[in-house]
């Protein structure tokens, strides 16, 4: 049984840093890329960043140069780094194991993020 597992969220001011972490227990986490979703109230879900089974990590727009995507391997983690949040960062956010072949996706249970002005 695959299961993934987001933490790290909280309550934080505007200009504060978070990280938040992904573990994914269960099959071989290097095979599959790995993504960070985010749904705030009212609002569909958004993809926010990505990476690939090699390491190479891609962005929305409006969060490159503050956020950073990571993996660790050996730990079948992903990671978060979210600098200088504001308000509109308030949001569940979501760690997603991607498809691949005929293996779906997986979603974790979300991890809530606040961030008070």
């Known amino acids: 049984q695959v299961e993934v597992v987001e933490s790290g969220g909280g309550l934080v001011q505007a200009g504060d840093s978070l990280r938040l972490s992904c573990l994914v227990s269960?099959?071989?986490?290097?095979?599959?890329?790995m993504g960070w979703y985010r749904q705030a109230p009212g609002k569909r879900r958004e993809f926010i960043a990505g990476?690939?089974?090699?390491?190479?990590?891609f962005y929305k727009p409006s969060v490159k140069g503050l956020f950073n995507i990571s993996r660790d391997n050996a730990k079948n983690t992903l990671y978060l780094q979210m600098d200088s949040l504001t308000p509109e960062d308030t949001a569940v956010y979501y760690c997603?194991?991607?498809?691949?072949?005929?293996?779906?996706?997986?979603w974790g249970q979300g991890t809530q993020v606040t961030v008070s002005s």
């Open positions: 997603k194991r991607e498809k691949i072949g005929s293996t779906p996706e997986l």
């Open positions: 990476i690939s089974i090699g390491g190479s990590p």
């Open positions: 269960g099959g071989i986490f290097a095979d599959y890329s």
